[in-house]
């Protein structure tokens, strides 16, 4: 089955960090560029990170660039999102979303994970 | 950046009823747009791509629409299970997802 589970998610406050994992199985990773994709509560849906396949490219949106890093590997079936400077305004549900097609192509999304909650509050 | 703009926000219906949302993008962007379905407390799942592309497995008679800067996900005939929130994204440059449209029972 193709499957992607985040983990990693907690309570830490302003200013701490947090490294989030998303482990992949049922397909072969390396091929496949990823995503990071949040969620405030009751919110709608925000584009975070985005890394090809090779590690090649990274995109960041501006909301979190200078303080998110994503990144992979690939024997490990892996894929991270370390947060640093976490604000208030970065809580929420944290997704890691496949491409649909392989290769780096900027697609849409085919396969999700459950999602691992992020509360940043003193 | 690329801005989506979604309507209605919310949409109330009935089993049978035909729904239509809306997604306008602030620029053109051909057909890169995805149509995703969301449940309460679960994952969105890909229900179009490439503007009016089926992914494998969402039922036919959801359909979607439009090129440039128009764009439209129809339901044919709402059915109980179709009850959920959808989200737009276009995905010319980088990623933008629009607002979100509830579609609750009327």
């Known amino acids: 089955e193709v499957q992607l589970v985040e983990s990693g998610g907690g309570l830490v406050k302003p200013g701490g960090s947090l490294r989030l994992s998303c482990t992949a199985s049922g397909f072969t990773f390396s091929s496949y560029s990823m995503n990071w994709v949040r969620q405030a509560p009751g919110k709608g849906l925000e584009w975070i990170s985005f890394?090809?396949?090779?590690?090649?490219?990274?995109y960041d949106a501006d909301s979190v660039r200078g303080r998110f890093i994503i990144s992979r590997d690939n024997a490990k079936n892996s894929l991270y999102l370390q947060m640093n400077s976490l604000r208030a305004e970065d809580t929420a549900v944290y997704y890691c979303?496949?491409?649909?097609?392989?290769?780096?192509?900027?697609?849409?999304?085919?396969?999700w994970g459950r999602g691992t909650l992020v509360i940043v509050s003193s | 950046d690329i801005q989506m703009t979604q309507s209605p926000s919310t949409l109330s219906a009935s089993v049978g009823d035909r729904v239509t949302i809306t997604c306008r993008a602030s620029?053109?962007?051909?057909?890169?747009v995805a149509w995703y379905q969301q449940k309460p407390g679960k994952a969105p799942r890909l229900l179009i791509y490439r503007a009016s592309n089926l992914e494998s497995g969402v039922p036919s008679r959801i359909s979607g629409s439009g090129s440039g800067t128009e764009f439209t996900l129809t339901i044919s005939s709402l059915q109980p299970d179709d009850f959920a929130t959808y989200h737009c994204?276009?995905?010319?440059?980088?990623?933008?997802f629009g607002q979100g449209t509830k579609v609750e029972v009327k």
């Open positions: 979303a496949r491409d649909q097609r392989e290769g780096f192509r900027g697609d849409a999304f085919d396969i």
């Open positions: 890394i090809s396949h090779s590690n090649k490219y990274i």
């Open positions: 620029h053109n962007i051909t057909n890169w």
């Open positions: 994204q276009q995905y010319s440059s980088l990623w933008t």
